[in-house]
T-cell receptor, first 114, second 114 residues
Framework: DVKVTQSSRYLVKRTGEKVFLECVQDMDHENMFWYRQDPGLGLRLIYF???????EKGDIPEGYSVSREKKERFSLILESASTNQTSMYLC?????????????FGPGTRLTVL | AQKVTQAQTEISVVEKEDVTLDCVYE???????LFWYKQPPSGELVFLIRRNSFDEQNEISGRYSWNFQKSTSSFNFTITASQVVDSAVYFC???????????FGTGTRLKVLA
């Protein structure tokens, strides 16, 4: 059974903390994605990676960075967390081929920044 | 510009009723892909269907059916004889050929009452 796992389901952090969200997939997918989900806004792409050490900004990259040192792992980093980054964060992966292939999602991390 | 509109924010039905979730999209490309995903309370988006722009055949899978009409730029999803387990948030998404980005709608929350 294919799997995308995320390190935490729930996370509470304080303003100004550095936050790491980890995502691991076991499907040998080339593409990995980080989304943010907010009520009434749907899913918005933060960053995309199409290979190890390769990344591209999505629609809302400000305040975030990413790291992909291994094919199966894609990390989202909040350098200095702020309250407006309280949200649900979803990781996804897909085969190379971009537009046609469906994305497989992890269960999400609900982050609260106090 | 790309856009996906799911005008229905929330729908409530009684079990065994049929329900249709609307999806209207905008794109200037002639080649594109449309997707439906289900997000149950567990949080993980589950892929339901993919359609490419050259295939307007309707599709049926068990109690689920999809109606793709290019003339009205719509890709609607019907659940026949709804069940409580269908309760979830449903997302429609668009991807254009040659891009990695999905454009998600804001989602429709379906509540099926016993």
């Amino acid at each position: 059974d294919v799997k995308v796992t995320q390190s935490s389901r729930y996370l509470v952090k304080r303003t100004g903390e550095k936050v790491f969200l980890e995502c691991v997939q076991d499907m040998d997918h080339e593409n990995m994605f980080w989304y943010r989900q907010d009520p009434g806004l749907g899913l918005r792409l933060i960053y995309f990676s199409y290979d190890v050490k390769m990344k591209e900004k999505g629609d809302i990259p400000e305040g975030y960075s990413v790291s992909r040192e291994k094919k199966e792992r894609f990390s989202l980093i909040l350098e200095s967390a702020s309250t407006n980054q309280t949200s649900m964060y979803l990781c996804a992966s897909s085969l190379r081929g971009i537009s046609y292939n469906e994305q497989f999602f992890g269960p999400g991390t609900r982050l609260t920044v106090l | 510009a790309q856009k996906v509109t799911q005008a229905q924010t929330e729908i409530s039905v009684v079990e065994k009723e049929d329900v249709t979730l609307d999806c209207v999209y905008e794109t200037r490309d002639t080649t594109y892909y449309l997707f439906w995903y289900k997000q149950p309370p567990s949080g993980e988006l589950v892929f339901l269907i993919r359609r490419n722009s050259f295939d307007e055949q309707n599709e049926i899978s068990g109690r689920y059916s999809w109606n793709f009409q290019k003339s009205t730029s719509s890709f609607n999803f019907t659940i026949t004889a709804s069940q409580v387990v269908d309760s979830a948030v449903y997302f429609c998404a668009l991807s254009e050929e040659g891009t990695y980005k999905y454009i998600f709608g804001t989602g429709t929350r379906l509540k099926v009452l016993a």
